[in-house]
């Protein structure tokens, strides 16, 4: 059974600092990890990874893929409270995206000004 | 933000009764899935459809039914719904280009009294 486990669960900091959010996994023929942010709605998209030693980067969040050690990194510098959010780690299986994905039960990121 | 929308997106019913749950696309994505998120759990797969007509389950497809009649429309039937399924629940699309995001709807929470 596939499965995605993301640590920590809950996080809180202060607007500035920089923060790191795991995602471990263990997944019948990996293709592909994800990244997703929820706030009080749907979880919106923010990197795909497939290749390990990559790294992805949109402005201050940026997120890489250890293929041989199982996990992922999300990272977070000179955080602000509108980073304040449930980050959600999902793997895609064999069949891709076309059977849906697994996700971890989040990382509750807590910015306080 | 991907054209998905889901209907109602408010719902209280009593046990026992059917309920169904819409999700309409207007991206003419070929994937579309059903999930449900619960404290505790994160989000779970329920059913996904790979097509017109083509359907299969996902991790917690017990007490659910799906269908898929048009490309656009992905129906979730609750047949005779219990408090277990007090949830909410998205429907999310991903689409043919070969790169397997998949894009959420906004949810629809579902309570069973």
């Known amino acids: 059974e596939d499965k995605v486990v993301q640590s920590p669960l809950s996080l809180v900091v202060h607007e500035g600092d920089t923060v790191t959010l795991n995602c471990s996994y263990e997944?019948?023929?990996?293709?592909?990890l994800l990244w997703y942010k929820q706030e009080k709605k749907a979880p919106t998209f923010l990197f795909m990874l497939t290749s390990s030693g990559i790294e992805k980067k949109s402005g201050r969040l940026s997120s890489i893929l250890d293929k041989k050690e199982l996990f992922s990194i999300l990272n977070i510098t000179a955080t602000q409270t509108g980073d304040s959010a449930v980050y959600l780690c999902a793997v895609e299986g064999p069949g891709g995206g076309a059977d849906g994905l697994t996700f971890g039960k989040g990382t509750h990121l807590i910015i306080q000004p | 933000d991907a054209g998905i929308t889901q209907s109602p997106r408010h719902k209280v019913t009593e046990t026992g009764t059917p309920v169904t749950l819409r999700c309409h696309q207007t991206?003419?994505?070929?994937?579309m899935y059903w999930y449900r998120q619960d404290p505790g759990h994160g989000l779970r797969l329920i059913h996904y459809?790979?097509?017109?007509?083509?359907?299969d389950k996902g991790e917690v497809s017990d007490g659910y039914s799906v269908s898929r009649s048009k490309t656009e429309d992905f129906l979730l039937t609750l047949e005779s719904a219990t408090s277990s399924q007090t949830s909410v629940y998205f429907c999310?699309?991903?689409?043919?280009?070969?790169?397997?995001?998949?894009?959420f709807g906004p949810g629809t929470r579902l309570t069973v009294t």
């Open positions: 999310a699309i991903s689409g043919t280009s070969g790169n397997y995001e998949q894009y």
């Open positions: 997944v019948t023929n990996f293709r592909s």
């Open positions: 991206e003419n994505h070929r994937y």
């Open positions: 459809s790979y097509g017109v007509k083509d359907t």
